[in-house]
């Protein structure tokens, strides 16, 4: 544990000169780079790929108690499968699975696979999506897509464009085929990554 208070200073280091190493000179990437090292030396047994995700956890502790607007940290998602779906635009999808989706594959990673067991055909899950086309810097919108609606903050509405772009998905398992599941009804289009899966407790 001795090494963990160095580190978690080195990580403020980084954190806070990450973003400017990215627009600075090599000389401060080295650095950076230098220190991310140090840091991967004090988490020896870390695997290298995982000391960023480790420098964001942390870097979320020293971040407790800011203002939102001025946290620095991260927060590491990794996609766990993808939509396959014949929806190829956006225009062509339905605004909720409910109003007339089709099915789609929703392919998990094989490498996951161990996450998968005790989900059966009938079962009903909520996806979580990460719905990759969205506008980020969006903010409001007229909900529906119509002009004749208010505009409203997108936290009042279920707008892909949003700051995180998240879908939520209600859907029923068709059918399974090793990593490949048949689901639906789905609106997000082909292509759109997958965060997370969660089976409906009964309702
Ligand atoms: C209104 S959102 C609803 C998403 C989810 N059911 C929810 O409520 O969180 C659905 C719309 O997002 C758009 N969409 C589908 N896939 C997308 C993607 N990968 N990126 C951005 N927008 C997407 C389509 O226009 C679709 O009509």
Request: glycine share 10%; aromatic share 2%.
């Amino acid at each position: 544990m001795q090494g963990l208070g160095a580190a978690s200073r080195l990580i403020a280091c980084i954190v806070t000169s990450d973003a400017e190493a990215h627009r600075g000179s090599r000389a401060m990437r080295r650095g950076v780079q230098e220190i991310r090292d140090a840091v991967a030396a004090e988490f020896g047994s870390v695997p290298r790929e995982h000391v960023a995700g480790y420098l964001a956890a942390l870097a979320d502790q020293s971040d407790r108690g800011k203002p939102v607007g001025m946290r620095r940290a991260m927060i590491d998602l990794h996609p766990i499968g993808m939509i396959r779906s014949e929806l190829r635009r956006l225009e062509d999808a339905p605004r909720q699975g409910g109003e007339g989706a089709p099915d789609a594959w929703l392919e998990i990673n094989p490498a996951l696979a161990r996450a998968l067991s005790g989900v059966r055909p009938g079962d009903e899950l909520v996806l979580s999506t990460w719905l990759h086309l969205a506008d980020r810097d969006t903010l409001e919108v007229h909900p529906r897509n119509d002009p004749r609606a208010p505009l409203t903050g997108v936290f009042a509405t279920r707008s892909p464009d949003r700051p995180n772009p998240l879908g939520l998905h209600r859907v029923s398992v068709r059918e399974i085929d090793g990593t490949r599941l048949r689901i639906g009804p789905i609106e997000a289009v082909d292509g759109t990554p997958v965060v997370d899966v969660k089976i409906v407790y009964g309702d």
